[in-house]
């Protein structure tokens, strides 16, 4: 059995096909150099339906544990970032978070005593360690 396309719909298929092949060739190459976005950012009381709850820059002791909050988007690719913890620009711990395609909010927390007065920041990086954001704030009575 033979089959026979006319020639001007053979053409218009094959050009078809080549701008289809071009334009996945073009998304599969922008999408491992892009960058995740990082949209919000904030130190605040409580997380809630992954909300921030009350966002500031000075708690109080009795609150018991702060939270801080990074929500982005987009997110192209499964990876991780980290939450870095410093009190008085003493490394305190750091947290690794999972992020996960198309978009993603984490948090993480610490609890706090009486001893955690005083000035305190969290560096949020990505996973090669590339910061992103500085968040600022202090523990008072």
């Given at each position: 059995m033979k089959i026979i396309f006319?020639?001007?719909s053979i053409k218009i298929l094959f050009f078809l096909a080549a701008i289809l092949l071009m334009s996945a060739t073009n998304v599969c190459s922008e999408q491992p150099n892009a960058k995740m976005v990082l949209v919000q950012a904030v130190i605040c009381e409580a997380i809630e339906n992954f909300q921030p709850i009350n966002p500031a820059v000075a708690f109080s002791i009795s609150q018991g544990e702060v939270f801080c909050f990074s929500n982005f988007d987009?997110?192209?690719?499964?990876?991780?970032?980290?939450?870095?913890?410093?009190?008085?620009?003493?490394?305190?711990?750091t947290?690794?978070?999972?992020l996960s395609p198309p978009k993603w909010s984490s948090?993480?927390?610490i609890q706090i005593r009486d001893?955690?007065?005083?000035?305190?920041?969290?560096e949020i990086r990505d996973a090669d360690d590339t910061p992103l954001q500085?968040?600022?704030?202090?523990m008072v009575d």
């Open positions: 006319p020639g001007k987009p997110v192209f690719k499964k990876t991780y970032i980290l939450h870095k913890w410093y009190k008085k620009d003493k490394l305190i711990f947290m690794r978070l999972t948090f993480s927390r001893a955690d007065k005083g000035p305190w920041r969290v500085t968040l600022r704030f202090s």
